[in-house]
């Protein structure tokens, strides 16, 4: 929440600063991790690639934040993508 915090103030900088320490943590599995990655990613940066590549990693690391993904509205940019749906169908919220 603080790096979007920054990003939102125009301190990318720290932002990305946060971000890269996160990056530097997972090693896989940690799901919670991944998925506050993605978040960042998604919104307030709105980098399409990372976000998915992040949102992947959740779903590998079962991250608990995805129970929320089918109507989480940070995330309406990317709904149409086959990534994404991916992503929903193996969350389980296939169409």
Known sequence: MLAKAYYRLGKTKEADQIIRGLE???????????????????????????????????????????????RDQSLDWLRKEPRFQAVLDRVGFAK
């Open 24 to 70: 530097q943590l997972y090693v896989g599995n940690e799901g919670d991790v991944a998925f506050a990655i993605a978040d960042y990613y998604s919104d307030p940066v709105r980098d399409k690639g990372q976000a998915l590549t992040w949102l992947e990693r959740a779903v590998e690391g079962r991250a608990p934040g995805l129970i929320n993904i089918s």
